[in-house]
């Protein structure tokens, strides 16, 4: 017997109705996804501890697959998971990223494309290290910091340091391209650092003047690992995030960037960061990144596809 699907608003709400799975059980999927609910190592509003919630249950309106106004199915036949969260201690901020680490390397052993809901940036530096085999790894990141930090308030661990430590540890890591940077604060030391290693940096200026100049600078034919920061896009759109910044992207503009790098490399996994649910009452930052993933991994699977 067939049960008749659930309202969006009824049901457990795991991403986009995928069956929950033991990240190290014994399963294999086309899509997996996993939280990581942390967010101690941000410097200003908390809440992005409660983003993997928050999203899973506002993709129950994205629910594949889709068919467009064009007739075009997308996503027809592929699998999801939903792998749960990394199980975090409270207070013992190693402990959470090697938990992290080993939770992202199961999940990404059963799955083609990861998807991990953090969390504020810091958990992309555990979640990158899973992918410590990946050959000449590319990140292309959407933000409107640089997060290439060496040490803030004392720390090398915040927020503001995920790939600074991960270039560091990861001789696979070779290239970061940055899009949307922007605000009146920039650490020089890290700007200096981050183009000494010829990584790309794209102000939020040069996408306004020229998107589709912007397009072609976009890493082509490489392992590519997608970091999508809520703060890249305008707050104007998307408010719901601890450190705001006025003149981000657009939605048009962020999945637009996305698109192209996804047609032009092999994306291998992506994260979503520093949404925090719980300063947008509205409740469309949640609706809106958890349609960016999804359509996101539509463009991703096109390009499989062909």
């Known amino acids: 017997m067939t049960l008749p699907a659930h309202l969006t608003y009824s049901g457990i709400p795991t991403f986009a109705r995928a069956p929950q799975v033991d990240p190290f059980g014994e ?9 990581v609910p942390f967010d101690i190592a941000l410097g200003f509003r908390p809440g992005a501890r409660f983003a993997p919630r928050a999203l899973r249950e506002a993709s129950l309106r994205s ?4 068919t467009g106004l064009d007739g075009n199915t997308r996503l027809q036949g592929v699998t999801f998971a ?4 990394v199980i975090l201690p409270s207070l013992e901020p190693e402990l959470a990223r090697q938990r992290t680490t080993e939770a992202a390397k199961a999940v990404r052993s059963r799955c083609k494309v990861p998807v991990f809901l953090g969390g504020d940036h810091s958990v992309s530096y555990p979640l990158l290290r899973a992918f410590d085999d990946v050959n000449d790894l590319h990140i292309v990141q959407l933000d409107a910091h640089l997060d290439f930090t060496d040490v803030r308030n004392d720390t090398k661990w915040s927020n503001s340091s995920p790939f600074r430590r991960a270039a560091e540890a990861m001789p696979n890591l070779k290239h970061i391209t940055t899009v949307g940077l922007r605000g009146l604060r920039f650490d020089p030391e890290a700007v200096a650092a981050a183009r000494a290693r010829g990584h790309r940096l794209i102000p939020m200026t040069d996408v306004t003047a ?3 100049g912007v397009l072609t600078q976009l890493p082509q034919g490489q392992n590519v690992y997608f970091s999508i920061d809520v ?13 705001p910044e006025p003149g981000g992207l657009t939605y048009a503009q962020g999945i637009a960037v996305l698109a192209a790098a996804a047609k032009q490399n092999n994306v291998v996994g992506l994260d979503m960061v520093e949404l925090a649910p719980n300063l947008d009452p509205s409740g469309r930052s949640e609706l809106f990144m958890a349609r960016l993933i999804m359509e996101t991994l539509c463009e ?3 390009s499989i596809d062909q």
């Open 82 to 85: 939903d792998a749960s969260d």
């Open 63 to 66: 629910v594949p697959p889709f």
């Open 27 to 35: 399963w294999h999927a086309d899509i997996a996804v996993l939280g």
């Open 210 to 212: 020229d998107l589709a």
């Open 300 to 302: 991703v699977f096109d």
């Open 231 to 243: 703060d890249g896009f305008d707050p104007a759109v998307i408010p719901g995030t601890s450190s």
